[in-house]
């Protein structure tokens, strides 16, 4: 196989896994309410795709999953949201892990 053509061939395994992760996260925030086990369980499957196919998860995907116990995070509902000193910190209430991630201030 030429390296074009395999070259092209990762390039669409790659965008179909972006796809199948999105559809995944879709679904992880419709089910949340009703089921949480499900919806993490959809989150091991972003990161299972992500992995097996050795490409990062979609920023606004990762920001929305906790990274010590892996559940879905949704404002309000399993975890809060706090600005602090040029930070916004995000608590998971499920297992109490802080997640800090920088922004800048408007002046």
């Known amino acids: 196989m030429p390296r074009a053509a395999r070259k092209q061939q990762k390039n669409l395994i790659q965008n179909i896994a972006v796809q199948r992760m999105w559809r995944l996260f879709e679904r992880a925030k419709v089910e949340l309410p009703e089921n949480p086990e499900r919806s993490r369980h959809y989150v091991q499957l972003i990161r299972n795709i992500s992995m097996r196919n050795r490409i990062s998860i979609p920023r606004e995907i990762k920001s929305r999953i906790c990274k010590h116990c892996y559940s879905f995070l949704t404002p309000g509902y399993n ?15 499920h297992c109490g892990k802080e997640m800090r991630y920088p922004y800048k201030k408007l002046k």
Request: charged share 25%; proline share 0%; hydrophobic share 40%.
């Open 79 to 93: 975890a809060r949201y706090r600005l602090n000193e040029g930070f916004v910190v995000i608590t998971c209430e």
